[in-house]
């Protein structure tokens, strides 16, 4: 039976009705077409699927759908500015070369926005920490640590 | 060498902001009005009777628009050997054998449907060891064979190694056995198949050989009753490759045989469960090696026996061995090699390419078995690693003719860095070892052709656009290409657009393997680029008034090399070119096809047009309590010729290392008696960022003649010899010999265990 | 997908009034191994009962000991620093389980619940002398973390039942404790075996002054170091040992904790100690490690984890150890 949830979605508030079984991560990539948040393997073993709920990085895939009712949700979507400009992770991301294939990118982000929003200065080692759940084929992560670490260093 | 604006500069990655905003489109976001989804059955057992498939309550299923089984199919069998149809009928060979699909309007309702699929079978018993597999009286897995060995009979035989063996000061001689390890694509397996009114297909597709692909498909049609119809491959954005996807798939016919059946586009896309079963990993192999050498340690013979454990079925994996040819004859200098290699049929998953393509299997009990033979020598592996290394100029016994050959410079770059002379056999518990590489870095002629074709087309304003074969699977071919075009051209990176995902619209590639999409298709672009710089020159001289030999393009202004005061943009000379009377519209193609060569009958000849060398060095430090083994320091040196985007190289070695540490240490798909007991990530231990040891590439720049602006391939040597160079290092740490990848915890400790054990009954121990 | 209901109750109460009222009514905490179950439909419930907005589980108190509610999460555990400093096996656990994202929504309370023999936090709260409380239809009652596994997946919990919090004494500054999580790679892994261990220690010589601080900092062998505590006189005067992935539940190692309570610590004593828990263990080949492993497994790890809860004891600010140790 459907139900009806309220919530911010990237500084919006949403309205919906939906399905009590499905996920976050369904509902925003079937429902929403917001497809830049990424099912690697629906098991909460990837981190494809990482967006910040109430300041905090979640797998989607593993969020039902109606408890982020009242909460804030933030995607990959959501994170550049009114005006289109990237985020600095973003920007970072791509300076830096920490993106290949890029299917593990958007979750990858997210995770490190969590970690760099909640913290002014992490370490390495926390770095490292924070997105060891965001598995990743082609970069072996070096890249994707400098990325996130240069970020952190010019604040 | 020269510095180039463009080529040789840290130029970020085209696709980066589409892929780093959540933009790009992967097959897994790709959807057409209409779209069915389809699901596939897979088998219960590894080896079985199919005796009877009820699929009517599965059709009953609302919202089920097909179902399709082995039975109701056109007979059609794809992959090298022809010997895999799409969905199987009569016998089950495998667990990942596809029994039956359906078509429904989600994928929710298809995968109920499956479950509604009542399927019989008689299970037989079942072979899954290759070597049981090749016994006398073994079952015989493919009907109307009347072996398991398949009719492929690897063979490489340079010199005489008998004569080499009897002149030998030193030899040795082991076995060494490798795991299957796949791919782990991201991003997992899919494509939609879409038919238009006409029966014309369009497959939206992760593949990596558009081209080949585009003919198994055309193939397949023919057979399924549609001939003469236009196939189109469209690329998505591909989550990853790394060889998983050189070949076609029993998924992707099932699309296709579903799209027909119900007139509407299918799409299938893997779950990352199917993902580990369903596509085909690295093979695993044994082999038996000995090397010999003189009283100097110059290496005198190399023999090698392998067997591949084919699986059921046959894919590109069981071509490897031709690959395994390369190290085989050529890494380092060995007058004298034998080498024979068998694939057998077991009920087991079937193999496909994996980055490196046999040269990691090889190259780890290559490296690691000469470690043995300089320690019976006597000697510092360093020094018979140098004594024998390979050098520009050198004709290699399988006919390689090696032009750029930077191989001692790594070796020497490593010892160097890893402090060698310092370390090796200094500290217990900590060791240092080595091992080296030879790849194809110009292009491998596995098919009859290796090419890659460029068009080029300048729009009125000076923008590029560049259609090229290449495929982008995350390498960074676009940016290579986008550098090059741009450094002939004097435009602006950011002015070159690189469109490679459309067979509508793209030349002919053969596919992106082989560590050759910068070279060829770099190659390819340059002449397309150069052809291109001529037109618009020679337009330009008249407006100019200056000879087209005195002309250059830089920043987006033509000049007079003479008179830099002599000038006009590039945009202008462009519009006039259009609108004049009599214009002409500025465009040029170009096919590269590497000057080098198939195998001949005897498996030799000039396989690449220029050879990729490189070296690793690692330190480690081994707990002899838990046997667990920690990477203190990694570096990885290559000979890349020249390279074009630092950064992205940089990308391809780290990701290259990391792979193949995971190969070293912890990847395995764990098969028991033919079953996939860890399909997921969290068993399957793919290595996460807290896993990274400190890595060191080391670019060594040779400057290769036939590369583009001197470049050679790098997309697989990155992890071809880290797994040796850590089983030396852990030999040289305590003192035990890892011969069966991955080298776990489990086998240290025992290995230690017994060492001790022999240790204190007065035994020699190694 | 498969429908179900959802149930979001904002009381104990009625979550267990909901549930005693419901047939086929699954519990779900963090849902990160619930949704998993459910997507590979190994559980087809047509109920899913949420625990997620209950306040009264989600907590941590300290007053007479430490109080943690079942419904707080891991991150919150191990972002905790009276946690990470006097309840340091448990800062463990919660620190390496998983990754952050499932720390940030997954519950001491589901680790506990789902009685898997890998669960991270078990071991922890069995050697920090953990009590829960459960509530059910006929009220609250306590019981041991010792008492509440039956076997793999099972519980003492009865249809209803919530598992309310867990409660911990305090522990005094000769106390230490440390959960060691052997894996394959260094994240996202579940234990190939996991020991924690609880030490309350005495020095019998300086005047009961400890003086090995020194030798900690260092990258001494074991050896050297145990032989240096011996000398110190340093005496283990309270002892908890506690081993998962063993057996089928996790589970204390009695007689290993017998025969080390009271005595002056040796290297034979440790070799003797470890060789006991290993003999009371009885662990299994599995896909994820071999037997033969786990037990040579237990033994090493039961001296490095009593080695770190040591140090934790002597060098109560400094959480950076000499790696190669342990």
Redesign the interface.
């Known amino acids: 039976m459907k139900k009806e949830i309220t919530f911010i979605l990237n500084q919006e508030e949403v309205k919906a009705e939906v399905q009590p079984e499905w996920t976050l991560l369904y509902f925003l990539r079937e429902v929403l077409g917001l497809t830049g948040t990424k099912e690697g393997c629906g098991y909460g073993e990837c981190g494809a699927c990482t967006v910040i709920v109430d300041g905090k990085a979640i797998n989607s895939c593993l969020y039902p759908i109606l408890e982020v009712e009242g909460k804030s949700v933030t995607t990959i979507e959501g994170i550049i500015s009114r005006d289109g400009e990237l985020h600095d992770l973003q920007k970072s991301f791509i300076e830096h070369g920490a993106v290949q294939c890029g299917f593990c990118t958007p979750g990858m982000i997210m995770s490190a926005k969590a970690l760099i929003d909640e913290k002014e200065k992490p370490t390495v080692d926390e770095i490292r920490h924070t997105i060891a759940g965001n598995l990743c084929r082609c970069t072996g992560y070096v890249k994707i640590i400098d990325a996130i670490k240069s970020v952190v260093d010019r604040r | 060498m020269d510095n180039f604006p463009v080529v040789g500069q840290r130029i970020p990655k085209r696709d980066a902001p589409q892929k780093v905003t959540g933009s790009a489109i992967y097959i897994q976001d790709l959807k057409i009005p209409g779209m069915l989804y389809g699901k596939i059955l897979y088998s219960k057992y590894p080896h079985a009777r199919i005796l009877a498939i009820d699929t009517s309550r599965a059709e009953q299923l609302p919202g089920v628009k097909a179902v399709i089984t082995g039975y109701n199919i056109p007979p059609f069998k794809f992959g090298f050997f022809k010997d895999n149809p799409p969905l199987k009928s009569g016998k089950v060979l495998s667990m990942r054998d596809e029994v039956a699909a359906v078509a429904a309007t989600s994928p929710e309702i298809a995968e109920e449907a499956l479950e509604m699929i009542q399927v019989e079978y008689e299970e037989l018993p079942g072979i899954f060891d290759p070597i049981q597999a090749m016994q006398e009286g073994a079952p015989i897995l493919h009907e109307g064979l009347k072996s398991n060995v398949l009719k492929l009979p690897w063979r490489l035989i340079c010199g005489d190694v008998d004569t080499a063996k009897k002149e030998s000061h030193c030899i040795v001689e082991d076995t060494f056995s490798t795991q299957w390890v796949t791919h782990c694509c991201l991003g997992t397996s899919g494509c939609v198949a879409s038919f238009d009114i006409n029966n014309n297909l369009t497959m939206y597709s992760n593949t990596q050989i558009p081209y080949l692909a585009q003919r198994d498909y055309i193939d397949a049609l023919n057979v399924f009753g549609i001939k003469n119809r236009k196939v189109r491959v469209i690329q998505c954005i591909i989550g990853g490759g790394f060889g998983s996807k050189l070949d076609t798939y029993a998924y992707e016919y099932i699309a296709i045989l579903l799209a027909l059946k119900t007139r509407k586009p299918v799409k299938v896309l893997f779950t990352r469960e199917e993902e580990f079963i369903a596509t085909s990993p690295r093979q695993s192999t044994i082999t038996k090696i000995s090397h010999g050498c003189t009283k100097e340690g110059k290496l005198l013979f190399r023999e090698m026996e392998m067997i591949l454990d084919n699986g059921a079925y046959t894919s590109w994996g069981a071509t490897t061995p031709s690959v395994m040819m390369m190290p085989i004859s050529s890494l380092y200098k060995v007058p004298n090699v034998k080498y024979i290699a068998k694939c057998v049929y077991t009920n087991n998953t079937y193999s496909q390419a994996m980055r490196g393509y046999g040269n990691p299997q090889a190259t780890f009990a290559i490296e690691s078995s000469l470690d043995q033979l300089a320690e019976k020598m006597g000697m510092d592996s360093y020094e018979l690693r140098l004594i024998n290394a390979n050098e520009p100029g050198e004709i290699t016994p399988q006919n390689f003719k090696v032009t750029s050959c930077g191989m001692k410079e790594c070796i020497e770059e490593v010892a160097k860095r890893i402090d060698w002379k310092g370390k090796r056999g200094k500290d217990k518990g900590r060791g240092v070892g080595m091992a080296s590489l030879i790849h194809v870095g110009g292009g491998a002629r596995v098919y009859k052709s290796d090419g890659c074709g460029t068009i080029i087309k300048i729009d009125d304003y000076g923008k590029v656009d560049v259609f090229t074969g290449a495929s982008e699977i995350g390498q960074g071919s676009e940016t290579v290409i986008a550098q090059i075009v741009a450094e002939v051209l004097g435009v602006n990176v950011e002015d070159v657009n690189v469109i490679n995902n459309d067979t509508d619209v793209c030349p002919w590639d053969v596919g992106v393997h082989a560590s050759r999409t910068t070279f060829v298709a770099g190659n390819s672009a340059l002449g397309a680029a150069k052809k291109i710089k001529e037109q618009i020159l020679e337009i330009a001289s008249k407006s100019i008034g200056e000879a087209p030999e005195h002309l250059d393009i830089q920043k987006g202004l033509i000049f007079s090399t003479k008179d830099k005061e002599k000038n006009t943009p590039l945009g202008k000379v462009l519009r006039n070119a259009h609108y004049s009377t009599g214009g002409k519209m500025l465009m040029a193609e170009y096919f590269y096809d590497p000057a080098n060569e198939n195998f001949d009958k005897d498996f030799k000849g000039n396989l690449s047009v220029s050879y990729a060398y490189g070296t690793h060095g690692v330190e480690v430090e081994v707990d002899r309590d838990t046997g667990r083994v920690t990477i203190l320091k990694y570096i990885a040196a290559h000979d890349v010729g020249r390279a074009i985007n630092p950064m992205m190289l940089e990308g391809q070695i780290y990701g290259g290392g990391l792979m193949g540490i995971g190969y070293a240490l912890s990847e395995n798909m764990n098969f028991r008696e033919g079953r996939l007991m860890n399909p997921n990530f969290l068993d399957y231990k793919m290595l996460t960022a807290k896993d990274v040891p400190p890595v060191e590439p080391v670019i060594v720049e040779t400057n290769d003649k036939d590369g583009p602006f001197g470049a050679k391939g790098i997309g697989e040597p990155g992890l071809v010899p880290t797994a040796p160079a850590i089983a030396n290092a852990i030999y040289d740490a305590v003192g035990i010999r890892i011969k069966d990848l991955p080298i776990t915890p489990e086998k240290i400790l025992k290995a230690l265990k017994e060492k001790e054990k022999r240790g204190q009954s007065g035994e020699e121990g190694k | 997908?498969?429908?179900?209901?959802?149930y979001?109750p904002g009381t104990i109460e009625e979550a267990i009034r909901l549930m005693t009222s419901l047939e086929d009514a699954q519990y779900?905490a963090g849902?990160?191994d619930v949704?998993?179950l459910?997507?590979q439909k190994k559980i087809k419930p047509g109920h899913?009962i949420?625990l997620?907005n209950i306040k009264d589980l989600a907590f941590i108190a300290h007053h007479n000991g430490l109080h943690i509610g079942s419904g707080t999460t891991h991150?919150e555990i191990e972002r905790n620093e009276i946690i990470r400093r006097n309840y340091s096996a448990l800062h463990d656990a919660t620190s390496n389980l998983?990754?952050?994202?499932?720390r940030?929504?997954a519950t001491i309370g589901g680790n506990i619940c789902n009685a898997a023999p890998s669960a991270d936090t078990a071991c922890p709260l069995l050697v920090l002398d953990a009590g829960v409380t459960i509530a059910g239809l006929e009220g609250e009652r306590k019981i041991p973390v010792d008492e509440f596994f039956l076997g793999p997946g099972k519980t003492v919990l009865r249809k209803g039942d919530i598992l309310k919090e867990f409660v911990m004494p305090l522990f005094g500054p000769t106390t230490g404790s440390s959960y060691i999580k052997?894996t394959?790679?260094?994240?996202?892994?579940?234990p190939i075996i996991g020991v924690a261990t609880r030490i309350t220690i005495s020095i019998g010589k300086n005047g009961g002054e400890l003086r090995c601080r020194d030798i900690l900092c260092t990258i001494e062998d074991v050896s050297n170091l145990l032989a240096r505590f011996e000398d110190e006189e340093l005496r283990c005067e309270d002892i908890r040992i506690a081993m998962g992935v063993v057996a089928p539940i996790p589970m204390r190692a009695k007689e290993a904790e017998a025969a080390l309570k009271g005595k002056i610590i040796s290297e034979k004593l440790f070799e003797e100690i470890g060789e006991i828990a290993a003999n009371e263990a009885a662990p299994r080949d599995s896909?994820?490690?071999?037997a033969w492993?786990r037990r040579?497994?237990i033994k090493?790890l039961v001296k490095r984890s009593i080695l770190r809860s040591i140090d934790r004891i002597i060098r109560p600010d400094d959480m950076v150890y000499p790696e190669?140790l342990w």
């Open positions: 997908m498969r429908g179900y209901e959802y979001k779900i849902g990160t949704l998993v459910l997507r899913i949420s997620r991150a998983g990754s952050v994202q499932i940030n929504v052997h394959r790679r260094q994240a996202m892994d579940l896909v994820r490690g071999e492993y040579e497994m090493v190669r």
